[in-house]
């Protein structure tokens, strides 16, 4: 059973930085593509970032392009968020998720993640 379990997120000052990250277990695919997203009360969910397995490919929303980095160790089944500059209109639910259709791209589409972690809460305090 494949399990996608995130850890990182909490309560930061704007000017801050977090950092997020996202395990995944419990599968037999040899490569996916990570992506994370985020969604705000009362909001859609917001592709916010994305990876493909070799990490050639990384992908932003317009949103958080030039202070948000996403990154991978495939040694160690993770990918990492770290949210830099960050914004009280950061403040949302951020979710890991992962695509194993895909190897070398990654889609900021969110119907192209089958899983899905559990979710993690980043509050940005002005």
């Known amino acids: 059973q494949v399990q996608v379990v995130q850890s990182g997120g909490g309560l930061v000052q704007a000017g801050g930085s977090l950092t997020l990250s996202c395990t995944v277990s419990g599968h037999g695919f040899s490569s996916y593509a990570t992506g994370w997203f985020r969604q705000a009360p009362g909001k859609e969910r917001e592709f916010v970032a994305a990876?493909?397995?070799?990490?050639?490919?990384?992908y932003y929303g317009d949103s958080v392009k030039g202070r948000f980095n996403i990154s991978r160790d495939n040694s160690k089944n993770t990918a990492w968020l770290q949210m830099n500059s960050l914004e009280p209109e950061d403040t949302a639910i951020y979710f890991c998720?992962?695509?194993?259709?895909?190897?070398?791209?990654?889609?900021?589409?969110?119907?192209?993640?089958?899983?899905w972690g559990q979710g993690t809460q980043v509050t940005v305090s002005s």
């Open positions: 998720a992962v695509d194993f259709t895909k190897r070398y791209a990654a889609s900021s589409e969110s119907d192209a993640y089958a899983n």
């Open positions: 990876i493909g397995w070799t990490a050639q490919h990384t």
